[in-house]
């Protein structure tokens, strides 16, 4: 699978096309014919109540029959040589599901840190899905955030500290940990054996969990500006995708709840026919149809490479956490009493766009880097986070 595309194109940048081509296309349609067989709603909602929060049956599909948790990584390290636009395709699939597996942490966050590296040794074990991989840093943590110091380095390479609230650990099979190095310098270190204490989450489809590192052996991948260029990669490729994710999500809410206002009648009528119902959901779908501009274009700035990546990040971040959570509050309002029962997923979809929504970044701390960026004066200027 490719697309023709390569990071780091020199010339003037071409306008980005926002559509869907043939391939993704087909990519979505397959993405959503294996999520709804093995991961139904049904099922996703049973999971948040048992002791297995993870869809590890689903993750192994999504790899070995899909091949898509290694769209990102070239063919000769094991992936398939696609780019980020297809992995977006996919993360909206997993958006609109809400499924609970380690893509957004694994195939995003970790494989931009491990490509920036040039690693060639983690890499293929990720892009098979055989290994998950985590990028040990709090899920708050925007792109340009101050270099965490929470794990420091000993010259023997063990690592000493804790890291709080990060996702995807649970079932990571090795985590990315940036840490200080014993001259302490910045680091990125593969790290496995770390302990790993779970967390009562918000989203319960995308569980949280404290890491605590007592003298355990790392792999120092990068330091210095390497190391920073790395982690920034990282969060920016992670900010820009997880629109996609947040994308799917807005997508579900706002055409399940057409869906139901269509066919639930009140005073003889459909509900959706009252001009009230009409002017909300109105006023959705425009916000979701500019969602899906925004995120495109953040996707393909990362697939390509361009300088404007870390601008269409954050203006991406600043405006689909606003929308997701608004589409998924309609969805429960809408739906009236249902809406509001556990029986009914919408909460999960609350739930998600929620956690989200503070995800690699609150909206307010990506206004305040946007301005920052494109030198314009903010009126809250936040601190480092």
Request: overall charge negative; aromatic content about 4%; some cysteine.
């Amino acid at each position: 699978m490719s697309t023709g595309r390569g990071p780091g194109g020199t010339g003037q940048r071409q306008p980005p096309d926002l559509g869907y081509s043939e391939v993704e296309q087909e990519l979505r349609a397959n993405v959503r014919a294996l999520v709804a067989a093995r991961s139904p709603q049904s099922a996703v909602l049973a999971r948040t109540e048992s002791a297995e929060p993870v869809d590890t049956g689903l993750w192994r599909a999504l790899g070995a029959e899909l091949g898509v948790t290694g769209l990102a990584v070239p063919e000769h390290l094991g992936g398939a040589g696609a780019g980020w636009r297809e992995t977006a395709v996919v993360l909206e699939e997993l958006g609109r599901a809400t499924a609970a597996v380690p893509y957004l942490g694994s195939c995003v966050l970790a494989t931009a840190a491990l490509l920036a590296v040039g690693d060639t040794e983690l890499l293929p074990g990720v892009a098979s899905g055989e290994r998950v991989a985590a990028l040990a840093v709090p899920f708050a943590t925007a792109p340009g955030a101050a270099f965490p110091v929470g794990v420091t380095a000993t010259g023997d390479g063990l690592l000493r500290g804790a890291v709080g609230r990060v996702a995807d650990a649970l079932t990571a099979d090795v985590l990315l940990v940036p840490a200080l190095t014993a001259e302490g310098s910045p680091g990125l270190w593969a790290v496995r054996g770390a302990a790993v204490d779970p967390l009562v989450s918000l989203d319960m489809t995308r569980p949280l969990a404290d890491l605590r590192f007592d003298g355990v052996p790392g792999r120092l991948l990068a330091r210095g500006p390497d190391a920073l260029a790395a982690l920034d990669a990282a969060l920016t490729t992670g900010a820009a995708l997880l629109a996609a994710e947040q994308l799917g999500v807005a997508e579900w809410a706002l055409e399940t709840t057409l869906g139901y206002v269509r066919t639930r009648h009140q005073f003889g009528r459909p509900v959706g026919s009252f001009q009230a119902v009409k002017h909300r959901l109105a006023d959705l779908w425009v916000a979701v149809t500019q969602l899906r501009a925004v995120a495109r274009y953040a996707a393909d700035t990362v697939a390509t490479g361009s300088p404007d990546a870390p601008v269409a990040a954050s203006v991406a971040q600043a405006f689909a956490s606003q929308v997701a959570v608004t589409a998924a509050e309609e969805a429960v309002q809408l739906h009236g009493g249902i809406g509001f029962t556990w029986e009914h997923p919408a909460h999960l979809y609350l739930k998600r766009a929620k956690s989200a929504s503070i995800a690699l970044g609150t909206a307010d701390r990506h206004r305040a880097r946007l301005a920052g960026l494109v030198d314009l004066p903010y009126p809250v200027q936040e601190q480092q986070a």
